[in-house]
């Protein structure tokens, strides 16, 4: 069964540092997203991307963070400067289409910023 | 924006019994979905539930959705060992799977 695949799995980083998050959504997937979810908060939106282009970003989504699909089957998010409140498990997901509302997700990518 | 609450928040059940999860949420919604969760893992997509729609099934999971009291409650029927997991609620305001998740609902299953 096609599944969403994300690297790595855990990574930890000095405060200040850059990490890239990586995701390999399925394949005849068009929307992509990234979530983040704070140990023991709720799961928050934080971007979705259709056609090469952001198509929406909340308010945690500031100038710190990016995204990218460099290739056709990657789809990474760059954090900047990484701050010690960016610890958290961040998934990606996809979905076909917006009218099946299903989003596929990840295993998720545990970020610890020391 | 509207956010999902789930309650209760954890619930400890025998298998076999039946296990029902509520969620509210504040503002309208095209769509609420639930999602489950084992600890350390993904979030796995269970059933979508659409605003026009009142109950839905789909092998032991029934969802109801009440638009006038801006809720909805998931039942497991006849639930197992491997139920054991978090329930989340999420709901979608624009059909954009822009999704608000409630904080959760913890479900132990004793064998």
């Known amino acids: 069964e096609p599944e969403v695949t994300q690297t790595p799995s855990h990574q930890v980083t000095q405060m200040g540092q850059e990490v890239i998050l990586r995701c390999v959504p399925i394949?005849?997937?068009?929307?992509f997203y990234w979530y983040r979810q704070i140990l023991g908060q709720k799961v928050e939106f934080l971007v979705s991307?259709?056609?090469?282009?952001?198509?929406?970003k909340s308010e945690i989504f500031d100038d710190q963070f990016s995204v990218e699909r460099p290739d056709g089957s990657n789809f990474t998010l760059k954090i900047r400067s990484t701050k010690l409140e960016d610890s958290a498990m961040y998934f990606c997901a996809s979905s076909f289409s917006l009218n099946t509302g299903e989003l596929f997700f990840g295993e998720g990518s545990r970020l610890t910023v020391l | 924006s509207q956010q999902g609450e789930e309650d209760p928040q954890a619930l400890s059940i025998q298998e076999g019994e039946n296990a029902t999860m509520n969620c509210s949420y504040k503002?309208?919604?095209?769509?609420l979905q639930w999602y489950r969760q084992n600890s350390g893992r993904g979030l796995v997509h269970l059933i979508l539930i659409r605003s026009n729609e009142r109950e839905k099934h789909s092998g032991r999971l029934r969802v109801t959705l009440d638009t006038s009291k801006k809720s909805s409650s998931l039942l497991i029927t006849a639930s197992r060992a491997a139920d054991t997991a978090s329930y989340f609620c999420?709901?979608?305001?624009?059909?954009?799977?822009?999704?608000?998740f409630g904080k959760g609902n913890q479900v132990v299953v004793i064998p």
């Open positions: 991307f259709y056609n090469n282009e952001i198509s929406e």
């Open positions: 999420a709901t979608d305001a624009l059909g954009n799977n822009r999704l608000a």
């Open positions: 394949s005849n997937h068009l929307y």
């Open positions: 503002t309208s919604i095209n769509n």
